[in-house]
């Protein structure tokens, strides 16, 4: 403990100078600059001045998630990446799973300690289980990397390099909203989430009923027989069938089929000369995309901060869920992940020396339950309790996030004497 207090109050010669007054600046700063903006969405949202209502913001999110945040993923994933860094990064996207499995474990473990409100049990296990990996992450390494002492280097190439990993590893996410998370969160037996009976057990269900989430995802609905119908129209009618039950309209979003044609391009040295280099011939379409890019961060953060103006709601999940879910979230998920992750170092799973991978990593760990999650929480009838715990989970998180980041940079920089 004198070892770990002399280093963080001394500074160590391999961590840049950072002390713990620095180390804290650096980690707070960031966390600061979101606030700030989210509260100015708050404010713009507010009775008071109401210049950005609810159909506003839904606009201001349309916007976002259709056009800039695809053009920053594509302009900065497609500049960062190449063929060995492909290989390179293999661990970024297995991450994204191995935090999706432990948060999800983490969220079983707590749902059945503190047993939460009939119907409510895999609800807890997804807002535990579940994280922003992709826009609040953008938002605080464009941040972090926005300050002068960063312990990163270059801001140019903290952001691009920071913007690259996150990027990379959204479509796993995308992946897993759309089919584990919808999965998780279908209805009761009833139909319903709004039932009034309480405390009853989870798992009391009639025994005539089988509950949709435990129908495969793949069900085997009947495919026509008739011996006319050629083999070539059964295998497009499977097809169908699976693109159907996989969601995969969802899946394939603006911002995944921006990251697949960063990649791609970026990995063929030929199309990345054409596109991606600064004296390219088709470099303007990039700086374009940068350019609209840098304006994904304000308008996701005003957009945050408006839709916190309804609060709390009147959640009926009740302050012992609502406080585990919290904790969970943005206590115990992120211990297991920095345990993952120094596991990961340990083994030589994780490229050497590159320690804005290690803190992005990391972040997949960090974050408040993902906004998109609420999203689909609303299409399954429980969007007000999802809406109650966003609030929380976001308002704690401003101050967890901090904490974490100290310690992420202190881990990272700052090595024992």
């Known amino acids: 403990m004198e070892t770990f207090l002399s280093s963080m109050l001394m500074g160590n010669e391999g961590g840049g100078g950072s002390s713990l007054v620095g180390t804290i600046s650096i980690a707070v700063l960031p966390v ?21 209502p609810a159909s506003g913001r839904k606009l201001l999110n349309a916007l ?26 293999w661990f970024i996207p297995f991450n994204v799973l191995l935090a999706t ?65 996150i990027s990379f590893g959204q479509w796993v996410g995308a992946i897993i909203l759309y089919t584990y998370v919808f999965h998780m969160l279908a209805p009761p037996p009833e139909g319903t989430f709004d039932i009034e009976v309480t405390n009853l057990p989870v798992r009391n269900l009639p025994n005539d009923a089988t509950p949709p989430e435990q129908v495969p995802l793949l069900a085997q609905d009947t495919l026509p027989t008739d011996s006319t119908i050629s083999k070539k129209g059964k295998m497009m009618d499977f097809l169908i069938l699976i693109c159907n039950k996989l969601k995969l309209e969802q899946i394939i979003q603006p911002p995944i089929i921006a990251s697949i044609l960063a990649i791609v391009i970026g990995c063929v040295p030929f199309l990345k000369r054409l596109i991606f280099t600064s004296d390219a011939p088709l470099f303007f379409f990039t700086d374009s995309c940068i350019i609209l890019g840098k304006a994904m961060i304000p308008c996701i953060l005003l957009a945050l901060g408006g839709n916190l103006i309804n609060g709390p709601g009147s959640s009926r999940l009740g302050f012992r869920t609502t406080a585990a879910i919290i904790f969970g979230r943005l ?29 992005v990593l990391l972040l997949q760990h960090t974050m408040p339950t993902s906004v998109l999650s609420g999203a689909v929480a609303n299409l399954r009838g429980c969007g007000k309790e999802s809406a109650a715990i966003l609030f929380w989970v976001h308002i704690f998180a401003i101050f967890s996030m901090a904490g974490w980041i100290v310690l992420y940079i202190h881990l990272l920089f700052c090595k024992s004497p």
């Open 101 to 165: 499995l432990s948060g999800s474990l983490i969220g079983l473990a707590v749902a059945a300690i503190i047993r939460p409100p009939y119907p409510y049990f895999k609800f807890t296990i997804i807002h535990i289980g579940i994280g922003n990996i992709g826009n609040v992450p953008l938002v605080l390494i464009a941040a972090l990397c926005g300050v002068k002492s960063n312990p990163f280097g270059d801001s140019d190439k903290c952001s691009q390099d920071g913007t690259a990993y």
């Open 64 to 89: 976002v998630f259709t056009l800039l945040l695809p053009c920053m993923i594509f302009s900065q994933l497609g500049q960062a990446i190449t063929l060995e860094k492909l290989i390179e990064w």
């Open 32 to 52: 600061a600059k979101v606030f700030t903006m989210c509260f100015l969405g708050f404010l713009m949202a507010s009775k008071y001045v109401n210049i950005l």
């Open 331 to 359: 206590v115990l998920v992120p211990a297991a992940g920095l345990g993952i992750v120094m596991l990961a170092d340990k083994l030589g799973f994780l490229p050497p020396d590159d320690t804005m991978l290690r803190f």
